[in-house]
């Protein structure tokens, strides 16, 4: 099973809502991964979390906040976002690092629309 | 620094025709490099991999080989298909560096029946 699973599919929120967006995966990995793409652009990092603990944050703006439940779950909480926000989120996990297997694997990603 | 640089698109093609997508990059080690695919409306698949100097990765028939001397990892395919349409990234990422990815601008691959 090499599946990322990322729910939900699209997303439409104002900009007083409060959302989250999940993921889930069952590789045993132990980095996970928030992506922010915009149209035809490449995904952009926004957090990484290794066995369970936030070990990068990109610059990200504080209306967006991780969290790591356990090592299978991954959480992206919403609150007061700008239109600007609108894109797609994309979940993305690995394995830790020193292991030779470095690729990560992405899910199916979270269209969101910020209106 | 770190970076990848892939050929601007879009990439019009025939089905049947030969495809290469140019790319290279600028590493301050020794990374592994990767292809990904992103279809309209979805994530990104791992397409194929390469993780040392002249390992060749392949996968639904295209290949990719690591090229340490000229630091380039172009993606070909002998014949694409119209379900090939899509966009193509190139990456890299170290071992040790919490697999923080690096990708390139993206290639967008058109195909013509």
């Known amino acids: 099973d090499t599946e990322v699973t990322q729910t939900p599919k699209h997303l439409v929120m104002g900009m007083t809502n409060k959302k989250s967006l999940k993921c889930e995966q069952h590789?045993?990995?132990?980095?996970m991964y928030w992506y922010k793409q915009k149209a035809k652009k490449p995904p952009e990092l926004m957090f990484v979390?290794?066995?369970?603990?936030?070990?990068i944050n990109e610059s990200v703006p504080s209306r967006f906040s991780p969290e790591c439940p356990n090592s299978s779950l991954l959480n992206l909480h919403l609150h007061a976002l700008q239109p600007e926000d609108s894109a797609l989120y994309l979940c993305?996990?690995?394995?830790?690092?020193?292991?030779?297997?470095?690729?990560?694997?992405f899910g199916q990603g979270t269209r969101l629309t910020v209106v | 620094g770190d970076s990848v640089t892939q050929m601007e698109g879009p990439v019009t093609l025939s089905e049947e025709a030969f495809l290469t997508i140019n790319c290279t990059y600028t590493?301050?080690?020794?990374?592994?490099l990767f292809w990904y695919v992103q279809y309209p409306g979805e994530g990104l698949q791992l397409l194929l991999k390469?993780?040392?100097?002249?390992d060749k990765g392949s996968n639904k028939g295209f290949e990719a080989t690591y090229r340490k001397e000229t630091t380039s990892f172009h993606l070909e395919k002998g014949s694409v298909q119209v379900s090939d349409s899509a966009v193509y990234f190139c990456?890299?990422?170290?071992?040790?560096?919490?697999?923080?990815?690096?990708f390139g601008s993206g290639t967008k691959l058109n195909v013509k029946p």
């Open positions: 993305a996990s690995s394995h830790e690092k020193g292991w030779t297997n470095t690729e990560a694997f």
């Open positions: 590789m045993g990995h132990r980095a």
């Open positions: 979390y290794s066995y369970e603990k936030l070990s």
């Open positions: 590493a301050t080690g020794y990374p592994s």
């Open positions: 390469a993780t040392k100097a002249d």
């Open positions: 990456a890299l990422t170290y071992r040790y560096n919490f697999n923080k990815f690096y």
